[in-house]
């Protein structure tokens, strides 16, 4: 199993809009964090969906560390 690699030591604050979908880099190797790229993969880790249920700025984990993937927990201060 693939560990994630820790792309930020902070989360990344995202302006979303409603109803669009968005996802989240899980594997931590995306050069477009906070979101995948496709460099997930040569490992067996999957980005995360998000839908935005309303306009606002939304916290992605960046240490992907995070117990609610994809929005940050403060797991980042561990
Ligand atoms: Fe990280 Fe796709 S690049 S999940
Ligand atoms: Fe990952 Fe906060 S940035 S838990």
Same mark, same amino acid.
């Given at each position: 199993m693939s560990t994630a690699v820790r792309a930020?030591?902070?989360?990344?604050?995202?302006?979303v809009e409603q109803d669009k979908d968005?996802?989240?880099?899980?594997?931590?190797? $995306?050069?477009?964090?906070?979101? =995948?790229d496709g460099s997930h993969k040569?490992?067996?880790i999957t980005p995360v969906k998000y839908t935005a249920t309303k306009s606002r700025t939304v916290f992605f984990c960046?240490?992907?560390?995070?117990?609610?993937?994809?929005? =940050?927990?403060? $797991?980042?201060?561990a």
């Open positions: 930020a030591d902070t989360p990344f604050a995202v302006e968005y996802w989240w880099c899980a594997c931590g190797l $995306s050069q477009n964090q906070p979101f =995948c040569p490992t067996d960046g240490c992907k560390a995070t117990g609610k993937q994809p929005l =940050c927990d403060g $797991s980042h201060n």
